[in-house]
T-cell receptor, first 115, second 116 residues
Framework: EPEVTQTPSHQVTQMGQEVILRCVPI?????FYWYRQILGQKVEFLVS????????KSEIFDDQFSVERPDGSNFTLKIRSTKLEDSAMYFC?????????????FGEGSRLTVL | DQQVKQNSPSLSVQEGRISILNCDYT??????FLWYKKYPAEGPTFLIS?????DKNEDGRFTVFLNKSAKHLSLHIVPSQPGDSAVYFC???????????????FGQGTILTVHP
């Protein structure tokens, strides 16, 4: 069964460092998303991406964040200068036609720890 | 952000009985509601959804009920099985088309434990 894969599963970084989280969405999907969950809090929408551009972003997704689909298969989230409060589980998700029923396919997540 | 609330952090039921998970929302612009399930070390998995034009949607052992006037939805699992033990998230979206369908606002989650 096709699945969304994310790397790394866990990354530890120093405050101020750049981090890139990688995702390989399901191959025929067109809609791509990043969500995050800070420990003990809700899963929060960060950004949606369609047709090679950002279609929506939340207030959390400020200038320190960027997304890219560099080669038609990978979908990356970059945090330019990490802060302590960026520590969270980051989930990539993708969807095809099932987006109409709200069915997103999530990866297992990348845990980011900022020290 | 309290637009979607799940007031019960946990629920414990016996195998074979009904599990009822509840969710309340405040944003009247929400017009699609979903339940996701999450096991430890995995991402959320879609379970079932309902449009605001309906009041019930059923899929096997899972039924979602929507009460728009009360801004309340519930997920019924009958019969409950030990494999259903997971965190259940209620989510909602205000659908304007395209990627907005996947822009979900989640509740805090309810940990369901089904005892054999």
């Amino acid at each position: 069964e096709p699945e969304v894969t994310q790397t790394p599963s866990h990354q530890v970084t120093q405050m101020g460092q750049e981090v890139i989280l990688r995702c390989v969405p399901i191959s025929n999907h067109l809609y791509f998303y990043w969500y995050r969950q800070i420990l003990g809090q809700k899963v929060e929408f960060l950004v949606s991406f369609y047709n090679n551009e950002i279609s929506e972003k939340s207030e959390i997704f400020d200038d320190q964040f960027s997304v890219e689909r560099p080669d038609g298969s990978n979908f990356t989230l970059k945090i330019r200068s990490t802060k302590l409060e960026d520590s969270a589980m980051y989930f990539c998700a993708s969807s095809g036609w099932t987006v109409r029923t709200g069915e997103l396919f999530f990866g297992e997540g990348s845990r980011l720890t900022v020290l | 952000d309290q637009q979607v609330k799940q007031n019960s952090p946990s629920l414990s039921v016996q195998e074979g009985r009904i599990s009822i998970l509840n969710c309340d929302y405040t944003n009247s612009m929400f017009d699609y509601f979903l339940w996701y399930k999450k096991y430890p070390a995995e991402g959320p998995t879609f379970l079932i959804s309902i449009s605001s034009i309906k009041d019930k949607n059923e899929d096997g052992r899972f039924t979602v009920f929507l009460n728009k006037s009360a801004k309340h939805l519930s997920l019924h699992i009958v019969p409950s099985q030990p494999g259903d033990s997971a965190v259940y998230f209620c989510a909602a979206s205000a659908r304007a088309g395209g990627t907005s369908y996947g822009k979900l606002t989640f509740g805090q989650g309810t940990i369901l434990t089904v005892h054999p």
